[in-house]
């Protein structure tokens, strides 16, 4: 079975930094293409933030957090990191991770539970 756990969230202050991780689990390394994180914001839809392909670490990112944010993998943990700097209030909201496989039978998106993040002050 595989599983997605995001880590690292919390409540930080504008201009402050958080980094958030998520670990696969379930024999599931060897057929990962890409991973990414995803936002959702109270009362809006889930947007795309940043992506990362698996093998080669092509990075892919969000005009709203470029700059700001880095993602980074590592791959003998089967793990994804969103380092975010210069937080702004307007980047509260529920982050989660997101694997895109390829098996025999096909390809496959797996997500994790999400991470609240807050930015207060």
């Known amino acids: 079975q595989v599983q997605l756990v995001e880590s690292g969230g919390g409540l930080v202050q504008p201009g402050g930094s958080l980094r958030l991780s998520c670990a696969a689990s379930?024999?599931?390394?060897?057929?990962?293409?890409?991973m990414a994180w995803y936002r959702q914001a109270p009362g809006r839809e889930r947007e795309f933030v940043a992506a990362?392909?698996?093998?080669?670490?092509?990075?892919w990112y969000a005009d709203s957090i470029r700059g700001r944010f880095t993602i980074s993998r590592e791959r003998a943990k089967s793990t994804v990191y969103l380092q975010m700097s210069s937080l702004k209030p307007e980047d509260t909201a529920v982050y989660s991770c997101?694997?895109?496989?390829?098996?025999?039978?096909?390809?496959?998106?797996?997500w994790g539970q999400g991470t609240q993040v807050t930015v207060s002050s």
């Open positions: 990362i392909s698996w093998v080669g670490g092509n990075t």
């Open positions: 379930g024999s599931i390394n060897s057929n990962i293409y890409a």
């Open positions: 997101n694997a895109r496989t390829t098996w025999d039978t096909g390809e496959y998106e797996y």
